[in-house]
């Protein structure tokens, strides 16, 4: 296969232990997925998991599955689910489309029978088959409640009525083993008869739990008899008021790997010690097919971001960006409005690896793999961004002077576009200086600057109003310069960039910067301290005309400022309102 987004595919040790089991021929096909709790929009750490789950996939000719992870309805939304479905859409677009598999509208798992035993599984489809949608845990909840019922009959998970509180206690810590719960021991016939009851919705939240008995004194806290099972009164957003027991997250994951007929569970390096609980769910329950097998790599974290869901919500609920998908936030809602093209975020989350061990990845690189992009990718485009008005006093009103402008300059055949050059142009502000420092090589006093794809303008006069503001420059257009005609080789230091009064469209433009003054800020005690006051700000451009029609989506290289991008959500024909997507050069290094 090729890999169009990096000129070798990548390696690491998950890929290295995938070639081998192929190689062995223990998997015919192999089954990843993505499983996004739906409490919050994804970020770009998101991503590292995404693209190595589909890359896995797609590598392998495999599937991946995007199966949200809604056990529990407490911080869940359905909002979140169709945010999170386009999100993963948009990543993976054009690259990894090809492997999102979702199941048949409201297909549940149904039983089959393999090896002379009753057996569970879920269809899967591509996720462009109509009457498609991603697979959820919560589909699920009838079949873990047999399987919780299996593991009750087999002595393996007991119902326990201790509080929350005293559970705790019972745990013991790392040093010190645990103690048994008074209730371990409970006849099977007396859990089954709890557990059902407990489902009925005969008891109150925290009334009974459901837990496995393993080993109260292993070293793993997570082999503790851990929670199963908790009883809580909420409405589902996908199952309503159907269950009043949900089941915990080491439980559900396992076995709903195992309904998908998932090979391969990716997940980050947090859950290391939760494997060998995922392990003991499937083996005590000797499923039939092969079971599923985890595998732990590290958390993607770049620098001057935030990040967690947790943390993202709360900048979210405390107004200090305008939503979950405000350009600034590291969310991928936030960075597609933002302009940031989906290839480059691929590129560059690909590139750091995939590795066992935490660390934290230079921003740096990321922006470097925007400007790489959007620089082939971009079309040229003349903006001003903080307006000075210039009057070409030898230009007649009305009168038009036919330029060319080149739209695509890294292309192998670039195109042109006219450009009216007229008698009122505006500039920006700091392309002129009334008392230019040493090396000013824009427009002052006395001097000469080329206006780029039209010609050389000399400064004539400067008008001021009351105050002293400048309102005017006064000039002459040196229209001999222009390209083709027989002074155009004359040569000028300077070369700025302009609009045309008449034939350009005021817009808002929101200029961007890092949300964070630190580089760590998941280091700081607070990261709310941290924020930059700076990250935004509005300015009422000048644009060339066309940008007033221009399709969401596109990005454009406004020259000499940086990339921009019309507004996903609040730019209209009537008010165009652009976002800066980046600017030229890094400012920061
Ligand atoms: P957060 O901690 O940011 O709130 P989460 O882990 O709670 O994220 P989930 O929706 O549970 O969010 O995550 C879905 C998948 O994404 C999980 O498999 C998780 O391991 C992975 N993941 C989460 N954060 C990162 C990250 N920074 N880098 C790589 N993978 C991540
Ligand atoms: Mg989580």
Not at 418 to 433: C, G, K, S, W
Not at 467 to 476: A, D, F, N, P
Not at 566 to 583: E, F, G, M
Request: hydrophobic letters at 35%; charged letters at 25%; proline letters at 7%.
């Amino acid at each position: 296969m090729s890999a169009e987004d990096n000129p070798t595919l990548p390696s690491d040790f998950i890929r290295d232990i995938i070639a081998s089991q192929v190689a062995e021929k223990r998997y015919t096909n192999i089954v990843t997925r993505f499983p996004p709790e739906p409490n919050g929009y994804l970020h770009i750490g998101h991503a590292r998991s995404i693209l190595l789950n589909f890359g896995v996939a797609r590598e392998n000719n495999g599937q991946c599955n995007l199966r949200f992870d809604d056990t529990n309805p407490a911080k869940e939304d359905a909002h979140f689910v169709s945010a999170i479905t386009a999100d993963i859409r948009w990543l993976i677009s054009g690259w990894g489309d090809a492997q999102l598999t979702f199941k048949p509208l409201g297909a549940v798992p149904v039983a089959h029978q393999i090896n002379g035993q009753t057996d569970y599984k879920v269809t899967s489809v591509p996720a462009d088959t109509a009457q498609a949608e991603p697979f959820t845990a919560s589909d699920y909840f009838e079949q873990l409640y047999a399987y919780a019922l299996e593991l009750i009959k087999r002595g393996k998970a007991y119902v326990c009525d201790l509080s929350p509180e005293d559970t705790e206690k019972y745990r013991g810590t790392p040093t010190e083993p645990g103690k048994d719960s008074p209730y371990r021991n409970r006849l099977i016939e007396e859990n089954l008869d709890l557990f059902q009851r407990m489902r009925a919705g005969e008891f109150p939240n925290g009334a009974h739990s459901l837990r496995a008995k393993i080993d109260m004194a292993s070293p793993n806290l997570w082999l503790r008899d851990p929670l199963l099972y908790r009883i809580r009164h909420i409405t589902h957003h996908h199952t309503g008021d159907k269950w009043c027991i949900y089941p915990l997250y080491d439980y559900a994951h396992c076995l709903s790997d195992y309904l998908e007929g998932v090979t391969h569970s990716l997940c980050t390096l947090e859950f290391v010690s939760h494997r060998p609980l995922y392990d003991w769910v499937l083996a005590s329950l000797e499923l039939p097919r092969p079971v599923p097998h985890q595998y732990e790599f590290a958390k993607l974290i770049p620098t001057y971001t935030i990040m967690s869901k947790r943390n993202l919500l709360r900048l979210v609920q405390e107004k200090k960006v305008t939503g979950w998908d405000d350009p600034r936030m590291p969310t991928l809602a936030g960075m597609r409005r933002r302009g940031i093209p989906a290839a480059a975020l691929r590129r560059f989350v690909i590139s750091t690896g995939i590795t066992t061990h935490d660390g934290i990845t230079d921003i740096a690189a990321m922006e470097h793999a925007v400007r790489d992009e959007l620089n082939q990718s971009a079309e040229r485009r003349l903006a001003v961004l903080k307006p000075v008005k210039l009057v070409l006093t030898n230009i007649a009103e009305g009168e038009i002077i036919n330029c060319e402008a080149i739209n695509n300059p890294q292309s192998d055949a670039p195109t042109k576009r006219p450009l009216n050059l007229t008698r009122e142009v505006y500039i920006e502000q700091d392309d002129f200086a009334e008392v230019p420092p040493p090396k000013f090589h824009r427009l002052k006093p006395g001097g000469e600057v080329r206006l780029k794809y039209a010609c050389i303008i000399a400064l004539d006069e400067i008008i001021k109003d009351e105050s002293g503001q400048v309102t005017e420059l006064h000039c002459t257009a040196q229209l001999d310069t222009r390209s083709g005609e027989p002074n155009s080789g004359k040569k000028v230091k300077g070369t700025i960039h302009w609009v045309s009064a008449t034939d350009s469209i005021e817009a808002e433009v929101r200029l961007y910067d890092r949300m964070v003054t630190v580089a760590e800020p998941g280091k700081e005690e607070d990261f709310m301290t941290v924020l930059n006051p700076q990250s935004m700000e509005v300015v009422k451009a000048r644009l060339e005309f066309g940008l007033q029609t221009a399709v969401t989506g596109t990005v454009f290289q406004f020259e000499r400022l940086g990339y921009f991008t019309p507004d996903l959500v609040d730019s209209t024909a009537d008010k165009p309102v652009y976002n800066r997507t980046i600017t030229l050069r890094d400012t920061w290094a």
